[in-house]
T-cell receptor, first 113, second 113 residues
Framework: DSGVTQTPKHLITATGQRVTLRCSPRSGDLSVYWYQQSLDQGLQFLIQYYNGEERAKGNILERFSAQQFPDLHSELNLSSLELGDSALYFC????????????FGSGTRLTVV | DQQVKQNSPSLSVQEGRISILNCDYTNSMFDYFLWYKKYPAEGPTFLISISSIKDKNEDGRFTVFLNKSAKHLSLHIVPSQPGDSAVYFCATFLNQAGTALIFGKGTTLSVSS
């Protein structure tokens, strides 16, 4: 158990729908990062939050949004879902990224049908 | 355009031999490099890192070498064990604040007994 908790583990939904993925970082970690892993694109950085504030943005679509709450858990909202959004979505947290990198959760597998 | 490239999608090695995984990067300003290991149905796990002020970092069976002039790093696993069979990703930070860790597409290592 990495200490980073992601729910749900699996999600199947239809095109056009909206889903919310949830992440609880390791105790004490203020940063949360979201990644998408699809078969052809590898691990793509989506967005980072630090203590409730957006800190960095990567290849995140406008249909996707995220937030980090006062208790530091984070949610990734995916809307107007398309078949191509089917992927593994990982959340990670960190305390000292240069020394220890990020600690990842086990991911949420999203299937859009 | 990929800033971190792992050109070998797969590598097969016999137990007890050396595994060498390679990674190339494009930007000479990158100053921290990390290797992650990923098993199926799990999130990536941090393995080892190296700062650009070093050319080698060792941790048990794992050694990372950095050649800054060639913009190349490699991960050596000696001796390789069947439990090392996994996907290995090299990664670096897009900026010095430790945000936006970007990954190569990974190399699948298979160690046979």
């Amino acid at each position: 158990d990495s200490g980073v908790t992601q729910t749900p583990k699996h999600l199947i939904t239809a095109t056009g729908q909206r889903v919310t993925l949830r992440c609880s970082p390791r105790s004490g970690d203020l940063s949360v990062y979201w990644y998408q892993q699809s078969l052809d694109q590898g691990l793509q950085f989506l967005i980072q939050y630090y203590n409730g504030e957006e800190r960095a943005k990567g290849n995140i679509l406008e249909r996707f949004s995220a937030q980090q709450f006062p208790d530091l858990h984070s949610e990734l909202n995916l809307s107007s879902l398309e078949l191509g959004d089917s992927a593994l979505y990982f959340c990670a947290s960190s305390v000292a990224p240069q020394a220890y990198g990020y600690t990842f959760g086990s991911g949420t597998r999203l299937t859009v049908v | 355009d990929q800033q971190v490239k792992q050109n070998s999608p797969s590598l097969s090695v016999q137990e007890g031999r050396i595994s060498i995984l390679n990674c190339d990067y494009t930007n000479s300003m990158f100053d921290y490099f990390l290797w992650y290991k990923k098993y199926p149905a799990e999130g990536p796990t941090f393995l080892i890192s190296i700062s650009s002020i070093k050319d080698k970092n060792e941790d048990g069976r794992f050694t990372v070498f950095l050649n800054k002039s060639a913009k190349h790093l490699s991960l050596h696993i000696v001796p390789s064990q069947p439990g090392d069979s996994a996907v290995y990703f090299c990664a670096t930070f897009l900026n010095q604040a430790g945000t936006a860790l970007i990954f190569g597409k990974g190399t699948t290592l298979s160690v046979s007994s």
